[in-house]
């Protein structure tokens, strides 16, 4: 059973960048296979509420029980998507074939949420969910006026306006081509790029570690747009030799924690949120890319004179000359981590490109750059640990997007 469940957690994982690139590529629509928007999202949100149940499993191994949830989970988006077209002309009706499945799904998603995220966002979604069905009965400020259950069930399950809308679209259409073109910046070594980077450029001044943590962060964040994954890849570095020059742990964890939180809003790849403020404000990406840099780049600045002051007063001094990789080599051997970069840039302010598309195009000019460094021999290990990375990554994405157009469905029904 461990073995079957394994199986079917790999196959929802690597299916979900593999649908997301197809749709934002519009492939589907050159073999005759056009699919709506609501459709999609609810094809990805049944792949990642599946792959969650599997990942995180109940027991110490994958049992009948989590195959048995995650099957119901993703059949229950799966058949909402098949039967997309009838129902948008009989939703009114509202009948149990629509809403049992409905309430199935919602739940289940809830289910994957809390696994995946966290106790704390899985309450606040359900108290805003509870809210939708018993709002009526609260007294005083906070009375709603609610559907009747099998409408708000429809409502968040089927509705634009509910779990299948914005939040998740940008996800889809945006985030995730951002994602894959991380993943494979970070696969094809670029944290090592950057680490050694911010090494040769601050190694040796004052408080020289830290300071390598600012601009690795900064530099490593223009294409992250994560503070999890900037601390994931340069914090392996900068905290071991930051307590190594006389940092004290808790001075070296916050150091690297402030400086990887501000990759969220370093452009031209900010977190999600910049992704759904342009799509709210209907203003192009790099519109908000713009209005984003001078306080992204205030932010690093301030953080750069604190450390050096810090360093100051505890007397911290640099890494010896010895431990600096050489500027010039470091430029030589990842020289193809800047041409990605700077297409996208290109992309996205100058041509005005979508910014899902602009990913893409910048991913394949990476690969392409990566494989003349590398003389035209692929590695497929590599490709199968994107393909398989990208996709346990956007797992949490989606289902916290999910559950964002749950508490948004909720605000817009009550």
């Not at 079957?4 to 934002?24: D, E, M, Q, S, Y």
């Not at 792949?47 to 499993?57: D, E, I, M, W, Y």
């Not at 964040?221 to 914090?235: F, K, P, Q, R, Y």
């Not at 908000?288 to 840099?293: E, N, P, S, T």
Request: hydrophobic share 55%; proline share 5%.
């Amino acid at each position: 059973m461990n073995l079957i469940g394994r199986c079917l957690n790999t196959a929802l994982t690597v299916l979900l960048p593999l649908v997301g690139i197809a749709w934002v590529l519009r492939i589907g629509e050159q073999f005759g296979l056009a699919l709506v928007t609501q459709q999609t999202i609810a094809i990805m949100l049944g792949l990642a509420s599946g792959a969650a149940f599997l990942r995180v499993p109940y027991f110490r191994t994958i049992s009948l029980l989590d195959i048995v949830l995650a099957v119901a989970a993703s059949g229950c988006w799966f058949w909402y998507a098949w039967n997309f077209d009838s129902w948008m002309l009989l939703l009114a009706f509202r009948t149990p074939d629509m809403w049992i499945p409905g309430l199935v799904a919602l739940v289940l998603m809830l289910e994957a949420l809390r696994k995946v995220v966290g106790l704390t966002i899985a309450i606040l979604v359900w108290v805003i969910v509870a809210y939708g069905f018993f709002g009526n009965v609260i007294p005083g400020f906070f009375q709603a006026e609610v559907f009747k259950p099998t409408k708000t069930i429809l409502y968040l399950y089927a509705d634009s306006s509910g779990i299948p809308g914005l939040v998740v679209n940008v996800i889809i259409n945006v985030v995730l081509p951002f994602v894959i073109f991380g993943k494979v910046m970070e696969i094809a070594g670029g944290m090592t790029f950057f680490n050694n980077f911010a090494l040769a450029l601050m190694g040796k001044r004052r408080g020289g570690p830290a300071k390598v943590a600012v601009v690795a962060s900064a530099s490593f964040g223009t294409l992250s747009g994560s503070t999890v994954a900037n601390i994931m890849s340069t914090g392996i570095l900068t905290i071991p030799l930051m307590k190594r020059s006389g940092f004290r742990a808790e001075q070296a964890a916050a150091i690297e924690a402030v400086a990887s939180n501000g990759g969220q809003i370093m452009p031209p790849v900010m977190g999600a949120t910049a992704f759904i403020i342009a799509e709210f404000l209907q203003i192009p990406y790099s519109h908000v890319v713009i209005a984003g840099l001078v306080p992204a780049l205030l932010y690093y600045v301030v953080l750069f004179f604190k450390i050096d002051a810090i360093a100051l007063k505890e007397n911290i001094a640099g890494l010896p000359a010895s431990e600096i990789p050489s500027l010039a080599k470091t430029l030589r051997q990842g020289w193809f981590f800047v041409i990605p970069l700077g297409y996208l840039i290109y992309l996205l302010l100058w041509r005005g490109y979508d910014p899902g598309l602009a990913a893409l195009q910048s991913t394949g000019i990476l690969i392409v750059c990566y494989l003349i460094q590398h003389r035209f021999r692929p590695e497929w290990d590599k490709l199968w640990a994107l393909i398989r990375g990208s996709g346990e990554e956007i797992v949490p994405l989606i289902l916290i997007g999910g559950g964002a157009g749950a508490v948004i469905g909720i605000m817009n029904s009550t």
